[in-house]
Nanobody, 117 residues
């Protein structure tokens, strides 16, 4: 019933920037927290950044000062602006959306981000 479409991933050199976008569609009328998770090769999927409907943000220590998460509640989208990218930022980035009423969660298909040195 709910689909998350991610875009913006790709290959970038160290020090470069990328902007990831995620759009939620389907039968969802109230969205709570939205976030981005990353799964690096051989590692678990960890939180990169999250933002509540009211605009409160939470970042992984490794990306503080370099990444910025934002959302547009009227469009049901969440973006992740990534700057000063490092090879350690490489991984598959997944969009995550919380249903504001049912308290269930939805995942995007993931988009690959590769940072070369």
């Amino acid at each position: 019933q709910v689909q998350l479409v991610e875009s913006g991933g790709g290959l970038v050199q160290a020090g470069g920037s990328l902007r990831l976008s995620c759009a939620a569609s389907g039968r969802i009328f109230s969205i709570g927290t939205m976030g981005w998770y990353r799964q690096a090769p051989g590692k678990q999927r960890d939180l990169v950044a999250a933002i509540t409907r009211g605009g409160d943000t939470n970042y992984a220590d490794s990306v503080k000062g370099r990444f910025t998460i934002s959302r547009d509640n009227s469009k049901n989208t969440v973006d992740l602006q990534m700057t000063s990218l490092k090879p350690e930022d490489t991984g598959v980035y997944y969009c995550n959306v919380e249903h504001g009423v049912l308290r269930s969660y939805y995942w995007g298909q993931g988009t690959q981000v590769t940072v070369s040195s």
